[in-house]
């Protein structure tokens, strides 16, 4: 069976209408409320006028018919309802990196032909500077946020917008082949955007599949009863602009559970975060890699000596999606949270979920290896065969079956990450990895960060992991330069833990312990914060420049 997001929300919401569905700060909207909020905002966008142009039927799988919404906020309320309530008028949402300068956000709203927005009044004088650039953007909703912005001319201003709308259901055909799009990063290249069918988006990684079979759901009356039965308390901390905030919202949502959003959505606020888990009584927790992982653990320490612990009895796990915590974190976690288990969860923008790796306490924690999910495979390096386990090569990462339908756009890039290999269509995003011959996954990196020294491959990431491991780093991004003698060197950006004193052969001495000699830093430049994106990943670009300038 093939599903609509929006269809799946109505049917669940029509099941368990009290429930609450969003909870943050002082808003509690149970299930009904988010679904007369969102048909309400479905309703004014469709009031505009704006409306499909072409079927799925008639396009390739680079090109859209639908209009498209700009999501371009912080973590909120609104922002899970702009999503919702744009599958509901079968526009299309993405989300808006905030973080852009001028200069990005122009080449965003621009490459995606975006004709509305929502945005919180802190990016408004932003916006403002593009608007002139950007003719085909006609419908602004403007989100009060508390900082005084005033409405943009021509933008309406969000919640009025909702008040003066219908509360029913929009008049629109909702269909599986609607579209889901989600932008890439654009951490090591312009942001791209992904193409999905919401069908597919909906099993790939928003809980289109029955958690203790692993099977997709085979009727819209499974995933109601299903959801009748649900009830658990979620926080994704990191950004909803990410895949893997909203991914985990919308799983939620699919099965009758409750998203908890911390107080403080503009920064990471450990404290913040802990304080929420345990006055909501959160069951599980969404974070992003080290980024997140260390200073919450920081916390759960501080406060722990400090006889101020924080009460976490209520979470049963926490899951890392987008970036994989280093097992010596995942142990001080475990060490803090006995009865939690620790995921690494594996996916990208171009596959959804893949794989993942489960750590609980009194196990010896590991990074880099994990168990694939449905349709995750291994695949040569010249993309001709699909490789079988205990394969000695180190191939590409891939994914079968409920695969994206292309880049908006970029037919070239869609034929390069989506190739036909023996009549199946694979994505490869540009992941290294080995199937073993255990039916495990290792996984190597990104081939965009891979360092050429000497005639090897060194990827980043196994040698951040083994610095990780020094007690004395606090954080630390892996970049290559040119060199004369190696052709690349590898070099290590590092943030030392405050009043450490390692030095670089102590650091040496360390990851040496991990890896092999020839994948060793030739170089190390200290900084005192290693810059991430607001969800946690490493920015290689930022590294580069780093490890080149010194």
Known sequence: MDFNLAQVHEAVSAAVPDRECIVWRDRRLTYAEVTERTRRLANHLLASGIAVTAERAELDGHQSGQPHLACYLHNGNEFIEAMLAAYKARFAPFNVNYRYVAEELRYLLNDSGARAIVYHSAFADRLAEVLPDLPQLEVLLQVDDGTGAALLPGAVWYEEALAAASAERPAVDWSPDDLYILYTGGTTGM??????????????????????????????????????????????????????????????????????????????????????????????????????????????????????????????????????????????????????MVMDAVGASETGSQMSHVSAAGQSASTGTFTPGP?????????????????????????????????????????????????????????????????????????????????????????????????????????????????????????????????????????AKHVARYKLPKAFVFVPDIVRSPAGKADYRWAKEQAQAS
Not at 253 to 282: C, F, H, K, Y
Not at 297 to 316: H, M, P
Not at 438 to 447: Q, V
Request: net charge negative.
């Open 191 to 340: 942001p791209k955007g992904v193409l999905w069918r919401q069908a597919d988006i909906y099993v790939g990684a928003m809980g289109g599949r029955d958690l203790s079979t692993g099977e997709e759901w085979a009727s819209l009356d499974a995933i109601v009863a299903a959801a009748a039965n649900g009830g658990a308390r979620l926080l994704p901390a990191p950004p909803f602009m990410h895949g893997a905030g909203h991914w985990l919202a919308f799983n939620a949502m699919s099965s009758g559970n409750t998203i908890v959003l911390q107080d403080d959505t503009v920064r990471l606020d450990p404290a913040d975060v802990w304080r929420t888990v345990a006055r909501e009584q959160v069951n599980i927790l969404l974070i992003v890699g080290d980024a997140f992982g260390r200073p919450l653990v920081d916390e759960l320490e501080r406060a722990a000596s400090a006889g101020e612990a924080y009460d976490t009895s209520s979470l049963l796990m926490i899951v890392s999606g987008g970036a994989p915590l280093n097992s010596p974190l995942k142990d001080r976690l475990l060490a803090q949270l006995p009865t939690a």
């Open 375 to 511: 349709g995750a495979a291994i695949v040569s390096d010249d993309l001709s065969q699909r490789l079988d386990a205990g394969h000695e090569e180190i191939g590409w990462l891939a994914q079968t079956g409920r695969v994206p339908l292309g880049y908006l756009g970029d037919a070239e890039k869609t034929a390069r990450t989506f190739p036909v290999i023996d009549g199946v269509r694979y994505s490869v995003p540009g992941d290294r990895a080995r199937l073993t011959a255990e039916g495990i996954i290792e996984l190597y990196g990104r081939d965009s960060v891979t360092i050429n020294t000497g005639g090897e491959k060194v990827f980043a990431q196994e040698v951040e992991q083994a610095l990780a491991h020094h007690p004395d780093v606090y954080d630390v991004v892996v970049a290559g330069r040119p060199s004369e003698r190696w052709g690349q060197e590898v070099v290590a950006v590092v943030q030392l833990r405050e009043g450490a004193t390692a030095d670089e052969a102590a650091l040496l001495d360390e990851a």
